[in-house]
């Protein structure tokens, strides 16, 4: 649950309109949840397989694929904003965060238009625009902030880009503030467990521990985060939900339970971490233990600046995958 003492906060990895109507708010309620966020995929399987857009849909044929997928988001976004804006209200996160279209990653200009205008169509204030971490997206996170704009950097999988975000993040909100705005925020998403998938059945063969990677790789970026000291800036740990029956459901929530940090997950996730008494904080971790497994990794020829390399690209692939497959789905 929401751990407002040590602002430890739980975000909810799914957006369906239906749920938001019903469950969403019970989550809320009882202080389980204090935000959500969406992706690419996650509105791909939602519109196309639940019924509750077909009403919608009916109402916007002549419109474009992704005319329709902004009308159905754009909706679905408002409502879960408006269920998290009493929390929000009190200082307690409250935000939902959607994605700009994943083949802008490369589109300063294009990221920075889209941005301003999904969060203008919302209408909300809890609205964090989420935009990759890649060059591009650098320099949109930072024109975002400085107009008051709320940013979850996603796609973060290695300490440089973590630095880039901070960097960008910090001087966005330092211009809005002087400028006399109130609030704005933003969170950098770290990807945890995807480095696991990648790497365990190699690791193994080395006799390496397995489905540690992602933990040391994002303690260590959180670590980096947290000695910047920037109260407007939150770690918040993605991909988090484990595949396969090899580990507990609430694994990565557990390992990566610290103060000033926002951890999203899958319903399932959540559920299991709740059932479970709450952990003693793991972060921030040790220098020296970060550095340790690392250097083992680095002298059996394991390439991190490569593994990093990887990731984002196969992560940005498959976001512009299920968005295509998406807007195929709403020709």
């Known amino acids: ?37 969406s992706n690419p995929s996650i509105f791909a399987s939602a519109i196309t397989t639940s019924p509750a857009y077909k009403e919608q849909l009916s109402q916007l044929e002549g419109k ?3 005319e329709k997928y902004e009308a159905l988001a754009i909706e679905d976004i408002r409502t879960a904003a408006q269920a998290l804006r009493g929390v929000y209200d009190e200082g307690n996160d409250g935000y ?38 890649t060059s591009a997206g650098y320099e949109a996170m930072h024109a975002l902030l400085e107009t008051g704009i709320s940013v979850n950097a996603t796609l973060v999988f290695s300490p440089d880009q973590a630095k880039h975000c ?17 609030r704005v925020q933003a969170v950098i998403s770290v990807f945890v467990s995807r480095f696991d998938r990648h790497l365990d059945d190699d690791l193994a063969c080395e006799g390496i521990d397995v489905s540690k990677t992602g933990i040391y790789n994002a303690a260590k970026i959180y670590n980096m985060i947290e ?9 918040l740990f993605a991909s988090t939900g484990v595949k396969g029956d ?9 390992e990566l339970f610290g103060p000033h940090s926002v951890n999203t997950a899958p319903l399932a996730t959540i559920e299991a971490y709740i059932a479970h008494k709450e952990t003693e904080p793991k972060l921030p971790m040790e220098e020296s233990e970060i550095k340790g497994y690392f250097t083992k990794l680095s002298d059996c020829g394991f390439d ?27 020709k």
Do not use: C
């Open 1 to 37: 649950m929401v751990n407002r003492d040590m602002n430890f906060s739980l975000w909810l990895d799914f957006v369906e309109r239906d749920f938001l109507k019903n469950e969403f708010m019970t989550l809320i309620e009882k202080g389980i949840i204090n935000g959500a966020t």
């Open 64 to 66: 474009s694929p992704k």
């Open 96 to 133: 939902i965060s959607i994605e700009v279209d994943p083949f802008l990653s490369n589109d300063t200009q294009g990221t920075i238009e889209e941005g301003k205008r999904l969060f203008a169509a919302i209408g909300e204030p809890n609205v964090m625009i989420k935009v990759p971490a």
């Open 166 to 182: 901070l960097k960008a993040m910090k001087a966005g909100i330092d211009s809005f503030e002087a400028d006399g705005g109130r």
């Open 227 to 235: 000695k910047n000291h920037t109260p407007s800036v939150k770690t």
């Open 246 to 254: 090899n580990l507990p459901v609430d694994y990565y929530i557990r």
């Open 304 to 330: 991190m600046d490569e593994v990093y390399d990887t990731l984002l690209k196969e992560g940005l692939k498959a976001f512009e995958d299920a968005f295509s497959e998406m807007l195929e789905a709403l």
